[in-house]
């Protein structure tokens, strides 16, 4: 089916390793997005690409890696997990100026 | 930075009308958004105006926008339990840029 979609749905992991964070389109969008949602914050961007081997950083980039090898992959890594960094993450896709559309999440807990 | 700013909480009797606004600082935003979010779910595009436009209807949802004073309001006719979600409202700066800029988000309670 055509969409976004995000991989895993739930991770527990502890502070410390590394996780990665799935997101893949099927729509052919250039644009792609990570944010993070919190109580108190709403939704932050992390990371932005524009096309494939492009990135940028958004509003809270520290801690976080990403990749875009392909247009539509665009993976999120955290190298070494902290606790502040549980929160439910949320990417999104966009063919330029066209809506963002979002993906269902990941809701990621660092013990 | 730009911001955008929400009420936190409305709520509604159902098959009442509501209204929820937001307002934004970026004079030079080009297209304004309504996201909902239902629990444990992602953020669904509801609707969005371009801001060359004051008014966008579709079925239930009315889009108001009034560019002078940066206030953009969503109304739902006829509220029903359903509607019950979180509604982010969102801004595109038109400064060449894609990212979007979200309010804290409206938590509506629908009360049957």
């Known amino acids: 089916d055509a969409g976004i979609t995000q991989s895993p749905r739930y991770k527990i992991t502890e502070t410390g390793r590394q996780v990665t964070l799935m997101c893949h389109q099927t729509?052919?969008?250039?644009?792609m997005f990570w944010y993070r949602q919190d109580l108190g914050h709403g939704l932050r961007l992390i990371y932005y690409?524009?096309?494939?081997?492009?990135?940028d950083k958004g509003e809270v980039p520290d801690g976080y890696v990403v990749s875009r090898s392909k247009t539509e992959n665009f993976p999120l890594t955290l190298e070494s997990a902290t606790r502040s960094q549980t929160s439910v993450y949320f990417c999104a896709s966009s063919g330029g100026d066209q809506p963002q559309h979002f993906g269902d999440g990941t809701r990621l807990s660092i013990l | 930075g730009e911001d955008v700013e929400q009420s936190l909480f409305l709520s509604v009797r159902e098959g009442d009308s509501s209204v929820i606004n937001c307002t934004y600082t970026?004079?030079?935003?080009?297209?304004l958004y309504w996201y909902k979010q239902e629990p444990g779910a992602g953020l669904q595009l509801l609707t969005y105006?371009?801001?060359?436009?004051d008014m966008k209807q579709d079925q239930r949802l009315t889009v108001l926008l009034n560019k002078k004073d940066k206030h953009l309001s969503l109304r739902i006719a006829d509220t029903q339990t359903g509607d019950s979600a979180i509604y982010f409202c969102?801004?595109?700066?038109?400064?060449?840029?894609?990212?979007?800029?979200f309010g804290k988000g409206t938590k509506l309670s629908v009360i049957p």
């Open positions: 729509w052919s969008h250039s644009y």
């Open positions: 970026d004079s030079s935003s080009t297209y």
């Open positions: 969102a801004e595109k700066s038109g400064a060449g840029s894609y990212q979007l800029t």
């Open positions: 690409s524009a096309a494939a081997d492009i990135t």
């Open positions: 105006i371009f801001s060359n436009m």
